[in-house]
DNA sequence: TTTGTATTTCGCAAAATAACGAAATGTTTT
DNA sequence: AAAACATTTCGTTATTTTGCGAAATACAAA
């Protein structure tokens, strides 16, 4: 049996976002609701992107159960916008895995050259 | 038939690149290789995540094609660096996204409050 | 040339994702 | 209460992703 390591927090979590945010419609979503002080209704949205009602529904289902965005009912419509807490939280994780700082350190056990 | 707008450039890539980033193996590759000056063998690399060698190959044959990483060969071994354009690149790609100035123009036509 | 080492490709099975239309839910208006 | 509207859930289908072990490839050493 392999050893099996267990990934660190920091990586699933980053992973996790990465998933929420690997398809066109969500980058859109993000984008458009990034921009706006306020929210925006699925009935809008749907006019602006090439899926349906219901595949709509379970994008902003899955950016909701990432955390990256919120739902408020406003009747009749439901609102959506922004979670800047975690919108925040998601920026810092990638800016912690672009901005890291190169170390040599490791590279004495694992790299050539 | 439901007009069927298209992804604009940009979110069409930032949703590729977020899917080349979206597997926690992959994570961890990305952050391991970000943080060092050098390189990473296939070989060192297996021990540290809980694939096996045909799987990890092909996680690291999407991150080359997605252009985040490179490989070289280097006899017997074969190594792995960060390609620099392209890291800089989805770094600009996700500062882009996260970044974006919050404008109000676009609310009025589709937002509430 | 044969053997050994490092890595990838192939073939497959299981699981997850994506999309659709129909049906269901919840709320407001008539 | 019934009709209308906005949105979600359900059931289904097609596609993609993930992972494995076995086989293939590529190169160096013996």
Redesign the pocket.
């Known amino acids: 049996m392999r050893p099996k390591p267990e990934y660190s927090p920091d990586v699933s979590e980053l992973a996790q976002i990465a998933?929420a945010m690997?398809?066109p419609?969500r980058i859109y979503i993000l984008k458009k609701l990034s921009q706006m002080q306020s929210c925006c209704?699925?009935?809008d949205l749907?006019l602006e992107v090439p899926?349906?009602?219901?595949?709509?529904?379970?994008?902003?289902?899955?950016l909701k159960f990432a955390g990256l965005i919120q739902?408020e009912?406003e009747?009749?419509?439901?609102k959506y916008c922004i979670n800047r807490d975690n919108w925040n939280k998601a920026q810092k994780a990638f800016e912690n895995l672009f901005d890291a700082p190169v170390t040599d350190l490791n590279a004495i056990s694992c790299c050539s050259i």
């Open positions: 998933k690997s398809h419609v209704y699925s009935g749907v899926v349906g009602r219901s595949a709509l529904s379970q994008h902003l289902k899955e739902g009912i009747p009749p419509y439901i």
